[in-house]
């Protein structure tokens, strides 16, 4: 019966606080003087900060400048279209960035240089003559690779990318599959 008595006083006093709070209304407080003369700041707008936006457009400038040379073109050193906002160039590097790699990454006739790989060897094949996956001579890397024959050495130390892209080059120039006549016999492209 003591349990009973506790929880019903317990009741009380929760019902009572709650009348309570009811009629409790906040003190207002008096009214902050009003300021007659007007000064209107504009918030500050931060200055952006050069030195990382420089660090920014050079990063996206060799971005630019790795997928050019994966792909055999002359580097753009600078905008065909200077920009004078520092923002807004490094905005359009990092466009030509996307668009480079884009174009890197889509190499042409991809499907004909990975047919061709299939029949010629592994990507990282090191036994002379041949190299790399599509199986390029010394002479043919010197010819259709040679910055990269300089940079990295024979082309089983290239990328499939840089292997298809020198096959590219070497088929633009006009030898088309033929430095590949069985494989690309076989896979019906002569």
Not at 57 to 68: C, P, T, Y
Not at 131 to 138: I, R, T
Not at 147 to 159: F, N, S
Request: glycine share 6%; net charge positive; charged share 20%.
């Amino acid at each position: 019966m003591r349990h009973k008595h506790t929880v019903l006083l317990a009741c009380a006093c929760a019902l009572a606080a709650l009348v309570c709070a009811a009629t409790l209304h906040a003190d207002p407080g008096t009214e902050p003087p009003v300021d007659t003369t007007t000064t209107s700041t504009l918030p500050e707008i931060p200055t952006p900060d050069l030195d990382l936006i420089e660090r920014l457009i050079d990063r996206h400038r060799h971005d630019v400048w790795h997928w050019q040379l994966v792909m055999g073109v002359p580097l753009t050193h600078a905008l065909p279209h200077p920009l004078p906002d520092p923002q807004r160039r490094a905005t359009a590097w990092y466009q030509l960035a996307l668009k480079t790699k884009s174009r890197a990454l889509h190499v042409p006739h991809r499907a004909a240089w990975l047919c061709i790989h299939r029949f010629e060897g592994s990507w990282t094949d090191p036994n002379p003559p041949y190299y790399g996956g599509l199986q390029m001579d010394l002479q043919f890397q010197r010819k259709y690779g040679g910055a990269l024959l300089r940079r990295k050495g024979t082309a089983d130390h290239w990328t499939p990318l840089e292997q298809m892209w020198t096959a590219e080059r070497a088929h633009r120039s006009g030898r088309g599959f033929y430095p590949w006549p069985n494989t690309a016999r076989y896979c019906g492209l002569i």
